[in-house]
Structure formats: C-alpha cells, structure tokens
C-alpha cells in the first residue's frame, strides 16, 4: 500500500461513482430541454412568424357583415308597389341588457329620452312575450337584438354608438326598411306579403346569413315577398374594420360590397288594382246598406293569358303595420273571422259556391256526353228528383229553350234535369261509394278538367283548393264524419232534432251518391265550392280558347344594377280542356247575351257595348242560414277578349245586384268609359316590362301591345 500526503488513496466507492452519473445525466437533460426550448423560440419567433402575425391581426380588427338592400316590387309600368331603403335603426340586445345590475332600467330611461319616447313605451317593446304578460311586448326570439325605432337620425346613431357605456347592448346601424308608396291607391297587401324577423329555425333551413348589425333579419312570410324572396334579398357584403382595445372602431381595412336584390315586375296594375279595390268595397257597403252581413270579397283581373292585373281581397289593410313588430292585439285583429280576417287573400283562399257561373262547365259537360248542342230543352217551374223538389228562382216556367237560352236566363231547372239524367247513365252501381279508387262521375271530370278542386298553381305561396264532390270525395267525407270529427253515427238520432235526424241519415248512407246532390251540382251549390282565382282561371280558358293557364304576378326579375331583365316569368299551360273550339265559341256568343238580355242586363244598363262588348254570368249561391253569395264572371271585348274581371261577395244577395255592378265599374276603369280614366292605353297592357337604369329610375315601356302577345310556355 502506498502512503500520501494527506491520507491514503484506495479504489473509488460505489456511491461516488453514482453520483457522478446523475450529474452528467441531469447536465445532458438541462442541455437538452434548453436546445429544445431555444428550437421551440425560433420556430415561433421565425418559422410560424406570419401565422402569429394574422392572429394578432385578428385581435384587432372585426368581420362585419352589411346587409343587402332588398329589391323593389313594381307594376307593370315600374309604380313602385313596395319600397325598400336602408334607415338606421336601433336596437337593444336584452340579453346583454339583463346583466346590469338594474336589469338594465338606467339604460332604457337615458335611451328613452334620446329618443324622445318613454320609459314605460320603450320597455313595453323590449319584454318579451310570454305567459301573463299583457301587450306590446316582443314576439320575436328572445336573443335577437329588439328594433326599438325605424328610422333615427344620425346625430342619435352617433351619440349610441360614441358612448357604448351609456349605452351598453344598444346598436344603432343601417338595416334595410321597407316602404308601401301605395300608387294611385293600390294597396294588395295580401299579394305583396309582408317581412318579419326570421327564427334561427328558418335560418338554418334557407341556410342564410345574418346581417350582423341587429340580429334581425327580414325575410319574406307571405305573398310575393315569400314567394320571390331569394331573389328580393339579394346577397350580404362584408367590411373589415379594426378596433381598439376597449372595441371602438379605428379604421376600415377593407370593404366588399352588398349586392342589391333584383326588382321584381310584375303584371299588378296600380290603377285598375285602386279600381278594383274601390269597386269591391263600395259593392260590400251597398250590401250593407241593404241589410246583408258581408264582411269579405274578393276581385280579380287577369288576361286571358293567365297575368293577374289586378287582385283585391276585402278587407283590405295597411302592410306598414308589420313594420318594427306587430303587437298581438294587432294580429288578432287581421286573423279575426269578426273582422272579416283582412291578413287572408280572399282570392286565393276565399271558398265560395260558385252558384250559375258553373253552368258553363255543366254545358260543357252536357254536349260532351252527347246532348245536341243546338237541341231544345225543358225549363219547368219545379222537377222532382229522388224525392226532393227542385226550383227556378220564382219557379217561372219558361217552356223549351236552347243551350244559349238557358244561359241568357240562367234556367236551373233545365241543368238539374240534365245532371239527373247523366246521372242516371253513368255507373250507377257505383254510387255506392265503398273505396277511394271508385270511378270520377262525367260531369265532375269536366268540372276538374276546367281547373276546379286542384291549385292553380300560382305564385303566390298558398291558395286554397276548393272542393269538388266526387265519390272519391264523397267516400273520404263520409269517412272522416261518420266515426270521427262530427260522428254523425254518435249524434245522430232517427227521431231526434233536424241535425239529429241528417246526422243519423248521414251516418247510414252518406257514403252514396245520390241524384239529388249531383243535381245542385251542376249549377254550383251543395258541396260545390271554388276559390275566385280559380274560377277567374277557368272564364279565361274559356275566352281564350281552351287555354288553361297557372297564373302568374310575377312578369320579370330585373337587376337594379344593369338594368338588365334578369328572368323572364311567364304563366305555363296546364292543360288546354277537353270542349270542341264550336262547343267554347258557342258558350261566349250566350254569354255576350247574358248582358244585353239575360240576368245582368239591368246591372248594364245604358253601359256603352258599342265601345266595348262585355260577356258574363251571373252566380247566386243559396246558403243556409245565410244570404247568397253573389257572382259575376265576365271577359272582354266579346269577339276577341283580353281580359277577365270576376267579383265575388259572400253573403251578400244577388249576382246581378252586387257583384255585377262592381265589375262594370273595373271595365269602366279599364278602358276609360263613362266618364273614368283609362288604366291603359287603347286597353291594352304593357308588351314588355319598364327599363329599370343602374340609377334605379324607371324607364316607362314605350310601347303597349294586346294581351295576347303576353302568352306563356308550357
């Protein structure tokens, strides 16, 4: 062993050796995590330095969506029917609002009083709806910012907007508005529809954007605006604004502009829509004065190419009210039966008896099946069929007549006799209806092929389909009566009341046809209904020819930023009807004689048929309990006819003292007779639709042409 300075120096212990490892090893991670941290700073601070750049860029700037205005409705010669503008509005998110710790009260008193209004108005427009609580209040969703004031000033948007803490959850941006002018007079509220915030439902559904100002955007819900309304909207723009650190906009990096939506043409004339308008309501007050109940009507112009110039529904209402919200005292009353139900469009939803102007489609029938068109039939006072007796008004009897001669002086009798005798030969085993499939009757295939009982198809985003009994119809009636809905087998008794007794004679045998019904049948009553529109629909096929068209408002979709007609919109052919072109001529000629000797001649007396042949027919439909619903239907000029006028006035009296005069009073407006101005030139509508300059002024159409040159494709 050796010996050294200071002790003696032997082999290195375990735990030394130990020791040294861990140091080194710890070194080796230290170093390690550093390279790697310095790896990870450079690839931040280097590498993925754009990356970062962009999000702090976010930080500061925001993504604002601007709202598109939307496209105008225009008449036929560019009258502007519904305005839309951009206004500023403002609005209170609640939402936001309920976090004060006052729920927001201080807030709503210092807008109030920017906006010159009250506390206690301004509050009622921002609670919501709900249980128990009494109008106004918000109908609409609860996380929608809530429009307190259409249209503001900027000095007041400005104020809002510079001092957000006296203000929190108050916006105040542009936000599209819509504007009824109401040219001439015309006001089709119910054609034009009108715009209500749109629920997160339906946003999902139409998969639209938000406009990122209010949270409330209007989307069409009825009428036009619905129909129309991808094409009305237009298309959001979008604007990158920065902001400061408390939220305050700086700047604007960049700005992709809103497309406006396409102006909407349509065949609407404002004039003869005034005249219409101011035909049916005075029509409705004469039956008042009268002692009749009338609450409701309904007047229709089309071409006998299937463009509607005109639709009024009485009664009317001021589409405005829609405007910022409606309260639901308000809605109430435009959706009331008492008030005659002013949100309905009459025209389309409207399900009326047709009453004598259905015998058009009866004679059509008749010749069909193989009665001589120029043969003699009998008109007694009374005829008894299956049990029941059936009358002439007055029960006049007026001895054998021609086809045109039972139209001229509307005899019933001389129909009820030839559907019972129709009756008779068309399958008689089954009217004993026992299964949906049972075979259609002639006379009601006739009346389904002229339109009836089916929609016409027209653009608008409902319409009612009327009703047609068939036994198919008959069958499904009966089955949803007798064990359900009314029960007629539980409430009916043999012995019991009235209605007991029909209930009871309808639960054995309301599943037959009987000769009686098809009898009041053919001159459109008993379970007959049809909706004006469709009628209307059927008189032009008929004066046009056998054309039978689904209507059409709409003309053209046009952009406002070129002018330029974007989608031409013509009616297309349904089908074109099952009569002889001999069979349809035959029917205007006694329809032209309906005016000058038949049942409307006293409601067109001393009107100027030398200057405008007018052809028609009266329709009065019994009711029970109830005064009848009064028709007329007519087209003119006689031999080469442009247009169709129908008014329609439920309980109300006689075709030929209500409705007929209210439709010569639309003819005097259309062509300028006795002492009107004419609604067009020569009486003839617009060949093509106004030019519409990326100014937005209305170029009118300089030339007109007839009708006729409007037709569609199929």
Same mark, same amino acid.
């Given at each position: 062993?050796?010996?050294?300075?200071?002790?003696?120096?032997?082999?290195?212990?375990?735990?030394?050796?130990?020791?040294?490892?861990?140091?080194?090893?710890?070194?080796?991670?230290?170093?390690?995590?550093?390279?790697?941290?310095?790896?990870?700073?450079?690839?931040?601070?280097?590498?993925?330095?754009?990356?970062?750049?962009?999000?702090?860029?976010?930080?500061?700037?925001?993504?604002?969506?601007?709202?598109?205005?939307?496209?105008?409705?225009?008449?036929?010669?560019?009258?502007?029917?519904?305005?839309?503008?951009?206004?500023?509005?403002?609005?209170?998110?609640?939402?936001?609002?309920?976090?004060?710790?006052?729920?927001?009260?201080?807030?709503?008193?210092?807008?109030?009083?920017?906006?010159?209004?009250?506390?206690?108005?301004?509050?009622?427009?921002?609670?919501?709806?709900?249980?128990?609580?009494?109008?106004?209040?918000?109908?609409?969703?609860?996380?929608?910012?809530?429009?307190?004031?259409?249209?503001?000033?900027?000095?007041?948007?400005?104020?809002?907007?510079?001092?957000?803490?006296?203000?929190?959850?108050?916006?105040?941006?542009?936000?599209?508005?819509?504007?009824?002018?109401?040219?001439?007079?015309?006001?089709?509220?119910?054609?034009?529809?009108?715009?209500?915030?749109?629920?997160?439902?339906?946003?999902?559904?139409?998969?639209?954007?938000?406009?990122?100002?209010?949270?409330?955007?209007?989307?069409?819900?009825?009428?036009?605006?619905?129909?129309?309304?991808?094409?009305?909207?237009?298309?959001?723009?979008?604007?990158?604004?920065?902001?400061?650190?408390?939220?305050?906009?700086?700047?604007?990096?960049?700005?992709?502009?809103?497309?406006?939506?396409?102006?909407?043409?349509?065949?609407?004339?404002?004039?003869?829509?005034?005249?219409?308008?101011?035909?049916?309501?005075?029509?409705?007050?004469?039956?008042?004065?009268?002692?009749?109940?009338?609450?409701?009507?309904?007047?229709?112009?089309?071409?006998?190419?299937?463009?509607?110039?005109?639709?009024?529904?009485?009664?009317?209402?001021?589409?405005?009210?829609?405007?910022?919200?409606?309260?639901?005292?308000?809605?109430?009353?435009?959706?009331?039966?008492?008030?005659?139900?002013?949100?309905?469009?009459?025209?389309?939803?409207?399900?009326?008896?047709?009453?004598?102007?259905?015998?058009?489609?009866?004679?059509?029938?008749?010749?069909?099946?193989?009665?001589?068109?120029?043969?003699?039939?009998?008109?007694?006072?009374?005829?008894?069929?299956?049990?029941?007796?059936?009358?002439?008004?007055?029960?006049?009897?007026?001895?054998?007549?021609?086809?045109?001669?039972?139209?001229?002086?509307?005899?019933?009798?001389?129909?009820?006799?030839?559907?019972?005798?129709?009756?008779?030969?068309?399958?008689?085993?089954?009217?004993?209806?026992?299964?949906?499939?049972?075979?259609?009757?002639?006379?009601?295939?006739?009346?389904?092929?002229?339109?009836?009982?089916?929609?016409?198809?027209?653009?608008?985003?409902?319409?009612?389909?009327?009703?047609?009994?068939?036994?198919?119809?008959?069958?499904?009636?009966?089955?949803?009566?007798?064990?359900?809905?009314?029960?007629?087998?539980?409430?009916?008794?043999?012995?019991?009341?009235?209605?007991?007794?029909?209930?009871?004679?309808?639960?054995?045998?309301?599943? %037959?046809?009987?000769? +009686?019904? @098809? !009898?009041? =049948?053919?001159? /459109?009553?008993?379970?007959?209904? *049809?909706?004006?529109?469709?009628?209307?629909?059927?008189?032009?096929?008929?004066?046009?020819?056998?054309?039978?068209?689904?209507?059409?408002?709409?003309?053209?979709?046009?952009?406002?930023?070129?002018?330029?007609?974007?989608?031409?919109?013509?009616?297309?052919?349904?089908?074109?009807?099952?009569?002889?072109?001999?069979?349809?001529?035959?029917?205007?000629?006694?329809?032209?004689? %309906?005016?000058?000797? +038949?049942? @409307? !001649?006293? =409601?067109?007396? /001393?009107?100027?048929?030398?200057? *405008?042949?007018?052809?028609?027919?009266?329709?009065?439909?019994?009711?029970?309990?109830?005064?009848?619903?009064?028709?007329?239907?007519?087209?003119?000029?006689?031999?080469?006819?442009?247009?169709?006028?129908?008014?329609?006035?439920?309980?109300?009296?006689?075709?030929?003292?209500?409705?007929?005069?209210?439709?010569?009073?639309?003819?005097?407006?259309?062509?300028?007779?006795?002492?009107?101005?004419?609604?067009?030139?020569?009486?003839?509508?617009?060949?093509?639709?106004?030019?519409?300059?990326?100014?937005?002024?209305?170029?009118?159409?300089?030339?007109?042409?007839?009708?006729?040159?409007?037709?569609?494709?199929?």
């Amino acid at each position: 062993m050796k010996k050294y300075l200071g002790g003696t120096r032997g082999p290195e212990s375990p735990a030394g050796v130990s020791g040294r490892r861990r140091l080194i090893v710890l070194y080796l991670l230290v170093a390690v995590m550093l390279v790697s941290l310095g790896g990870r700073l450079w690839y931040i601070q280097v590498m993925n330095n754009t990356a970062f750049t962009k999000l702090a860029a976010q930080n500061q700037t925001r993504n604002v969506t601007v709202p598109a205005v939307r496209g105008q409705i225009l008449d036929d010669v560019g009258n502007k029917l519904v305005q839309n503008q951009t206004e500023l509005v403002v609005s209170v998110d609640m939402m936001q609002l309920s976090q004060e710790a006052d729920g927001g009260q201080a807030v709503l008193h210092r807008l109030a009083t920017l906006l010159g209004t009250t506390y206690q108005a301004l509050a009622g427009k921002v609670r919501l709806c709900t249980v128990g609580v009494p109008q106004p209040c918000w109908a609409g969703s609860p996380y929608q910012p809530i429009p307190v004031d259409q249209s503001v000033s900027p000095q007041i948007a400005l104020q809002v907007m510079e001092e957000p803490k006296l203000f929190p959850g108050v916006t105040a941006q542009p936000q599209p508005v819509v504007d009824y002018p109401g040219p001439h007079g015309a006001n089709p509220a119910q054609v034009l529809g009108y715009l209500q915030p749109i629920t997160p439902q339906e946003m999902a559904s139409r998969h639209l954007e938000t406009t990122g100002f209010s949270g409330v955007d209007l989307v069409g819900q009825a009428g036009l605006e619905a129909q129309y309304d991808s094409q009305l909207r237009g298309k959001p723009g979008t604007q990158v604004i920065t902001v400061n650190a408390a939220g305050q906009q700086t700047g604007t990096l960049n700005t992709i502009p809103a497309q406006v939506g396409d102006d909407l043409v349509t065949s609407i004339n404002a004039q003869i829509q005034a005249d219409a308008q101011n035909a049916l309501a005075g029509a409705i007050a004469r039956s008042r004065a009268s002692g009749n109940a009338a609450n409701q009507g309904a007047a229709i112009v089309m071409t006998t190419t299937g463009r509607v110039v005109a639709m009024a529904s009485y009664p009317d209402y001021n589409p405005a009210i829609w405007t910022g919200g409606i309260s639901q005292q308000e809605y109430d009353y435009l959706s009331s039966p008492g008030s005659g139900a002013p949100l309905n469009n009459w025209t389309t939803q409207g399900q009326y008896a047709p009453g004598s102007t259905f015998k058009v489609t009866s004679t059509a029938a008749a010749v069909a099946d193989g009665y001589s068109i120029n043969g003699l039939y009998d008109c007694p006072g009374t005829v008894s069929i299956g049990g029941h007796t059936f009358a002439n008004d007055g029960e006049p009897s007026l001895g054998s007549m021609t086809f045109s001669e039972a139209l001229i002086q509307s005899c019933d009798t001389v129909y009820y006799n030839l559907a019972y005798d129709m009756y008779l030969h068309d399958d008689l085993a089954a009217n004993d209806v026992k299964s949906p499939n049972a075979p259609i009757q002639k006379m009601q295939q006739m009346e389904l092929d002229w339109g009836f009982g089916q929609p016409t198809g027209i653009d608008l985003p409902s319409e009612s389909l009327g009703s047609i009994p068939t036994r198919q119809w008959l069958y499904w009636l009966w089955k949803d009566n007798a064990y359900t809905g009314q029960n007629w087998c539980k409430n009916g008794r043999q012995y019991g009341s009235y209605v007991q007794q029909i209930e009871w004679q309808d639960c054995q045998s309301g599943n %037959v046809w009987e000769p +009686g019904q @098809a !009898a009041i =049948a053919a001159i /459109g009553q008993g379970y007959v209904t *049809v909706t004006p529109l469709q009628l209307a629909n059927a008189y032009a096929a008929l004066a046009d020819g056998g054309t039978l068209y689904s209507p059409r408002i709409g003309e053209a979709l046009v952009s406002p930023a070129t002018g330029k007609v974007v989608q031409q919109i013509n009616p297309p052919v349904i089908r074109h009807l099952p009569v002889s072109s001999y069979t349809l001529a035959y029917i205007r000629n006694a329809l032209a004689g %309906v005016v000058t000797q +038949g049942t @409307a !001649a006293g =409601a067109f007396s /001393g009107f100027p048929l030398n200057k *405008v042949c007018v052809a028609g027919k009266t329709g009065t439909a019994q009711l029970f309990g109830k005064n009848a619903t009064s028709v007329f239907a007519s087209f003119a000029p006689c031999n080469h006819p442009q247009y169709v006028v129908l008014v329609m006035v439920p309980d109300s009296g006689y075709g030929a003292d209500v409705a007929a005069p209210a439709v010569r009073q639309i003819w005097d407006g259309i062509y300028g007779l006795e002492g009107h101005k004419a609604a067009v030139p020569n009486g003839r509508v617009p060949a093509d639709p106004p030019t519409i300059s990326p100014t937005g002024a209305i170029i009118a159409p300089s030339g007109y042409a007839a009708a006729p040159s409007r037709k569609g494709g199929a």
